[in-house]
């Protein structure tokens, strides 16, 4: 695997000098496909400053079906069908709470209004969910947190990995929602419900920002 550079707004937290190069190393070593491609693995960093970061939606690790993970947590590329199982339950999920869903399968314009969806593990063995664990991704996505408490956002926590990466966010000046993950295994135990899209929206509107259109790309363009 040829290791993707540090995305360049983010390049000095301290994991890019002390824990990307062994990871890396690691990485190449795996004889399983990597998941997402090498070119994407820091895609959800590279495409958001952190200025520019309104919402954070923090997951657990990429889709381990090759063809599905692009970088962006949740998301996958427009051309993938069915959708991810877990990507399913969010669409349910945004027309219970907004009555509209993407029409695709890619979240990216997303990530272009300021929602940084990011995984607190930003690779998976192919066909093995949550089997780099134990790499130490989870370093990064504490120093990018760190690096994001400069001013209020809104989170939007699914899942107990999630829950237990921005267990330090302050909930009093951010807005932080915690469910249960969209997995099938989970997504009735909370995250159906929960209303995360609109609740995001009163509260950036309630700060003078703008509201995040989680429906319709061709608005976005």
Request: aromatic share 8%; proline share 11%.
């Amino acid at each position: 695997m040829s290791a993707p550079a540090p995305p360049a707004a983010w390049s000095d937290l301290p994991f890019f000098a002390q824990d990307w190069p062994r990871i890396a190393a690691e990485l190449d070593a795996d004889p399983r496909e990597v998941l997402p491609p090498a070119p994407q693995i820091f895609r959800a960093l590279a495409e958001l400053a952190p200025d520019d970061v309104q919402v954070i939606i923090l997951g657990q690790d990429p889709y381990p079906t090759p063809g599905h993970a692009h970088g962006l947590a949740f998301s996958a590329d427009a051309s993938v069908r069915p959708l991810p199982r877990s990507l399913g339950n969010i669409f349910k999920e945004l027309r219970s709470d907004l009555g509209a869903s993407p029409p695709t399968a890619d979240l990216g314009f997303w990530s272009d209004q300021g929602v940084l969806l990011l995984n607190t593990v930003l690779t998976v063995p192919a066909g093995t969910p949550k089997g780099h664990a134990k790499l130490g991704w989870q370093r990064l996505t504490a120093q990018v947190l760190t690096r994001l408490a400069d001013s209020p956002r809104a989170y939007l926590l699914w899942g107990a990995d999630a829950h237990k990466a921005a267990r330090d966010v302050d909930p009093a000046a951010n807005l932080k929602i915690e469910t249960a993950h969209p997995s099938p295994l989970s997504a009735r135990r909370g995250f159906f419900g929960s209303g995360p899209f609109s609740r995001t929206n009163v509260w950036l509107q309630a700060r003078g920002a703008r509201a995040i259109n989680w429906t319709n790309p061709v608005e976005c363009a």
